[in-house]
């Protein structure tokens, strides 16, 4: 009885959500964008939907404060580039600030960091391979309130839960 109790217990802290990969950023001298970040990935060959609603998008200073910010928080899952600068390095995810048009095709410009290397600019041609961009929300200065009356129902209701347990395994 114990044991299926225990495996229970433990599918259901398997079934619980994991945060993939994040990072804590705190931005100052940046006017609005000033404070504390969440920035976390996204995949995607063209810019992601509502990108260009992060708080960087239109100005490279910003973008360059929040590369620089994150420094190698999250790796670098970005292989070099062709129009700006060297293949075969590998960049942190990126800061997209704005789009253009080429002979070629709509590109966009950001602002990444390189090991061992502080901002750099970063241009490609959007749809010619999968990029890693950041993608910022602004972290709450105090986690939300715990309702301690639900809490204390929530306590007791696993107490006798577990009573009961006890009191089935005792009986058989």
Request: no cysteine; hydrophobic share 45%; glycine share 14%.
């Amino acid at each position: 009885m114990k044991s299926k109790a225990l495996e229970l217990l433990a599918l259901g802290l398997l079934s619980l959500p994991t945060v993939g990969n994040a990072a804590l950023v705190t931005i100052s001298g940046q006017g609005s964008a000033d404070g504390n970040w969440n920035v976390t990935t996204v995949s995607s060959g063209s810019l992601p939907v509502g990108y260009t609603s992060q708080v960087w998008w239109g100005s490279a200073t910003v973008a360059a404060a929040f590369a620089v910010a994150l420094a190698d928080d999250l790796g670098y899952p970005n292989l070099g580039y062709d129009i700006a600068g060297p293949t075969g390095a590998t960049y942190a995810p990126l800061f997209g600030y704005e789009t253009f048009v080429t002979s070629v095709g709509t590109g966009f410009g950001a602002r990444t960091t390189q090991s061992g290397v502080g901002s750099v600019l970063f241009q490609e041609i959007l749809g010619r391979r999968t990029f890693t961009w950041a993608v910022a929300e602004r972290a709450t200065t105090s986690p939300p309130p715990v309702p301690l009356p639900a809490a204390a129902w929530l306590l007791l209701s696993g107490l006798a839960g577990l009573g009961v347990l006890g009191r089935r395994s005792k009986a058989a």
